[in-house]
């Protein structure tokens, strides 16, 4: 199966044609949300386009288009039907058609956990597993959920979606999202340098004069830096509780964390995985933590099952 895929974030977009579960050729978009999806369409035709010339395909050779997003999505309409704080515009428009119209091809679009979730049990660290939850760890945190290999969608197309907004600690910050205390708002990128201007002793630390990211966090507590250490333990504990009520919510046999936070897999993983088997109800046996395999081209590939899902 060939197609071509799109995996749309916040500030970039990466392209990418795809043969089963092979990236043959790609590239990627630096952009503005603020400037509106509508505007970089005809930027991710040019490309797409080229893409095929280049291993000189036509559209009728192709199967379609998965294209991945933030926000929630109807994929059964191809709508998206929110974005917090990005592409403003995005729910106006008829991708679709789009896609049809300007490329000849079907267009098919969900959101960016559940496509990471699809690459990752077709070609990745889900493989062979058809009970199974994803959460990705980055400047927010995404959910997605597979169950008896279907993802879980839900009526209103959020559910498992939004693992990133259970909450961990009822008196907690405010989140994006409008509730108190997520996982979102506790540990992940964008509260990640509110956590540390409030910490104690931060203005000795020498994260004070790095920049406030999980890479900087993780080698400074490396180093001994007893702030970097405190929060960073606060931040494992974080995800490591939001795991326990996703595996509580959606009885995985397998939990898949992906995400650019997964640099330190060697610490998280284990961290995460002590914690499953010591305080989550299964009864039937232990889930297993595992890190993503297929690192920033899951969403694309993600792609590939998307497509099938209707063929």
Known sequence: MKALAVDLGGSHATL???????VVASCSLDLDSAQGLASVLPLFAENLKALMEERGLASGSLDGIGFSSCGLIDSAAGRVLSINQK???ATLLDLPAWGKQVLGLRLRIENDARMALLGEWYAGAARGCNDVVMITLGTGIGGAAMIEGKLLRGKHSQAGNLGG???VLFNGRPCTCGAIGCAEAEAAGWSLPLLLREW???????LAREPLNFERLFFWARQGDPVAIAVRDRCLQVWAADTVALVHSFDPEVVVMGGG????????IPFVQEYVHEHAWTPWGKVEVRAAELGNNAGLLGAIPLLKEQS
């Not at 990418?16 to 092979?22: E, I, K, P, V």
């Not at 936070?261 to 998280?268: E, G, K, L």
């Open 16 to 22: 990418a044609l795809l043969d089963d579960a092979t």
């Open 87 to 89: 592409w403003d515009d």
């Open 165 to 167: 907004h259970i909450p």
């Open 200 to 206: 104690p002793g931060f203005a000795d630390s020498k």
């Open 261 to 268: 936070v997964m640099r330190s897999a060697d610490i998280i």
